[in-house]
């Protein structure tokens, strides 16, 4: 325990800052966001671009009716900064130049002859060439006007009484770097996007996106009766490949495979890897069994053809599962686990594909019997939990303790989590394991404190438990029976359950944050919650998903992203938690990169109440 305390100092340097600027300016000193292409393929990561060919020529528009085009034109030549100067007379002539030339920096006067600066600004919104920044040239009191076309869309305004070719050069530099901190913000933004919903190896979307589209297309073909297939692929031999070549090789086959499925599919499909070498398909168009197979027959013999890989030819098959909506299942949990079992009874049977088929199913009903066991589990106390620290790694200082759920089963064992809880949340099971673990957990929070010693709770919240109508009047009236302080409470919700809930779920939250409880987002980046959503929320927390720091090292993607995240949650005055820390190196990382609070192996495991104490009581604090 505690095993590498003594290592551990304070390398970061937080930012305590919570502006949007700052966080702006984080993004531009990292410069990390570049190459995310609208179709949301091809992320790549650069930290150097902010180096990029300083000496390019800017473009300038000068648009003004009078004189001072003129005037204007030559100020800005004599700058040392290579300018080309383009100019314009009308704002009709404005914006032929804007559609058809490259331009990176606009001044135009207020008072033009046909129209005033800001009515041009209006009708740039319309042609949606508002990318490139705009200043504003204005005469003799326009400036509150000025002030005004700002809000259209204008970077800054100078009075023409005041111009020099210094004031101007120095107000396009500052509207030039505020226009590419705001596109590599979007930049951000979007690789954060795409990383949530795409599979970093293949390209492919992942199982987020594929779920989020097949639950789109369940919802279409309730209102209009529609019908469709989906297809789990599993590859053979794909263990065998990663055994004897080793990973890289693996990977290759994989992303080869990710591939040719992009190139089978049709613009209605859609292809995702969904787990290691599983692969799933929503195909849209398909209803006909014979089709469903053809389909199937299809996809094998393009997966089955020969890869080349470092020279020598691999060859993996696959073993498909179909089914078919609606008649083998109306929601996704049933389809996809429909799929799932026909693809198992196809790789037993070393067969390409199977069919769901019902009958099959009941034979090998297992997964009701856990059900079952999990019923009577409740009610007779098998449910207990462990916890797990999350701690301040500055100087160890326990921040808190996340409740896990565990489950001591006569008839199977130790059951962790994983396999129960998702079974669960399919039923109304999710509904008494909630209250049985959340009362579990503050039943627990009073005998600490009763022993001396507080312990800020870290409780899960399952997606399935945010339209319960009951749980918010029950768990504040649990709190007021056992005279716990909100503060002390937070509640983790994972990222996936907040993108796909509704408004009540949204509610629900925020009644718990104006009542003063910690409101959590778990697994943070493996979803996809956009930033909108979040800022519904007073989200007090964001736990990074494991993934993230699974295989962090300086430099890499996976720490790129980590900073990110850290300064959208700073300037969003969110605490950051990383979870899944196991090594010091991993610790020392997290640091550096400005990361203060962290939980994982390495600090602490899942443990009983009674190791927390010994935990906490053993820790000395670091001497600074
Ligand atoms: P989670 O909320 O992300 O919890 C963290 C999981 O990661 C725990 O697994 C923990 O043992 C594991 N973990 C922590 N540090 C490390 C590390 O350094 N390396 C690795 N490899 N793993 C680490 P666990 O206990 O099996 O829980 C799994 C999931 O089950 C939890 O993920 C949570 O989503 C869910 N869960 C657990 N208890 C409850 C509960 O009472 N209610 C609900 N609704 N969900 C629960
Ligand atoms: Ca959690
Ligand atoms: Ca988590």
């Not at 006007?145 to 107000?171: F, N, R, V």
């Not at 369940?218 to 469709?228: K, L, V």
């Not at 718990?512 to 979040?534: E, K, M, P, R």
């Amino acid at each position: 325990m505690n095993a590498f305390f003594h290592q551990q100092r304070a390398h970061g340097t937080p930012v305590h800052s919570s502006s949007a600027i700052q966080y702006i300016q984080a993004i531009s000193r990292n410069g990390y966001a570049r190459g995310v292409q609208n179709n949301g393929i091809n992320t790549t990561l650069s930290r150097d671009d902010d180096q990029a060919a300083p000496d390019k020529p800017i473009r300038v528009l000068v648009i003004d009716d009078d004189i001072d085009r003129e005037r204007i034109g030559r100020f800005i030549k004599k700058s040392k900064r290579p300018f080309i100067v383009v100019t314009a007379g009308s704002s009709g002539g404005a914006l032929a130049i804007l559609r058809d030339e490259s331009i990176d920096q606009v001044l135009v006067d207020y008072h033009l002859g046909d129209m005033t600066g800001i009515e041009l600004l209006s009708h740039w919104n319309k042609f949606k060439i508002n990318s490139v920044p705009v200043i504003m040239i204005t005469g003799k009191g326009d400036e509150d006007t000025a002030i005004e076309a700002m809000k259209y869309g204008a970077s800054d305004y100078l009075p023409k009484k005041t111009l020099t070719p210094e004031s101007l050069t120095s107000a396009i530099t500052s509207a030039l770097t505020a226009a590419e901190l705001t596109r590599k913000l979007r930049d951000t933004q979007e690789l954060l996007r795409h990383l949530s919903l795409y599979d970093a190896l293949t390209q492919l979307p992942n199982r987020n996106l594929f779920f989020d589209r097949l639950n789109q297309l369940i919802h279409a073909c309730e209102r209009n009766r529609g019908s469709f297939t989906v297809l789990m692929i599993d590859l053979n031999l794909f263990k065998e490949i990663n055994d004897s070549l080793g990973h890289r090789a693996g990977d290759e086959v994989l992303k080869s495979i990710g591939d040719r499925l992009q190139a089978t599919a049709r613009k209605s499909d859609t292809f995702a890897r969904i787990g290691g070498d599983e692969f799933a398909a929503i195909l849209q168009d398909v209803h006909k069994l014979e089709h469903a197979i053809a389909c199937a027959e299809k996809i094998d013999a393009t997966i089955s053809k020969a890869i080349v890989i470092e020279g020598q030819i691999v060859q993996v098959g696959s073993s498909i599962g179909i089914a078919r909506y609606p008649e083998d299942g109306l929601d996704q949990t049933t389809l996809m686990s429909n799929a799932d079992f026909a693809m198992y009874q196809a790789k037993k049977a070393s067969r390409k594909y199977q069919v769901y088929s019902p009958k099959e199913e009941t034979a090998v009903s297992t997964k009701a019997h856990i059900s079952q066991y999990l019923r009577k589990a409740i009610k007779e106390n098998e449910i207990y939990m462990e916890y797990q620290l999350k701690i301040n790694l500055d100087n160890c200082e326990v921040i808190g303790a996340e409740a896990l759920a565990r489950w001591n089963s006569p008839e199977l064992g130790i059951v962790v989590p994983s396999n129960f809880i998702p079974m669960a949340e399919r039923s109304s099971l999710i509904e008494d394991l909630t209250y049985t673990t959340i009362e579990l957990a503050l039943a627990q929070f009073v005998k600490w404190r009763d022993n001396g010693h507080i312990v800020p709770l870290a409780i899960n919240i399952s997606a399935r438990m945010l339209d319960d109508q009951h749980l918010k009047d029950w768990l504040l009236g649990k709190l007021a029976n056992y005279d716990i302080n909100h503060s002390y409470i937070t509640l983790e919700i994972t990222e996936t359950a907040l993108a796909t809930s509704g408004h009540a779920a949204y509610q629900l939250l925020e009644d718990f944050s104006n009542a003063g409880l910690d409101i959590s987002i778990d697994d943070f980046g493996s979803g996809y919650t956009s930033f909108a959503s979040i800022r519904n929320v007073n989200i007090a927390e964001l736990k990074i998903d494991r993934l993230f720091i699974e295989k962090i090292t300086a430099g890499s993607k996976d720490s790129a992203i980590v900073r990110s995240i850290l300064s959208l949650a700073k300037s969003l005055g969110m605490r950051v938690v990383a979870e899944g820390l196991e090594s010091p190196e991993q610790w020392a990382l997290l640091q550096t990169l400005g990361c203060q609070f962290a939980q994982g192996f390495g600090i602490a495991r899942p443990m009983s109440p009674s190791a927390v104490i010994q935990w906490i009581e053993g820790k000395t604090a670091p001497t600074a």
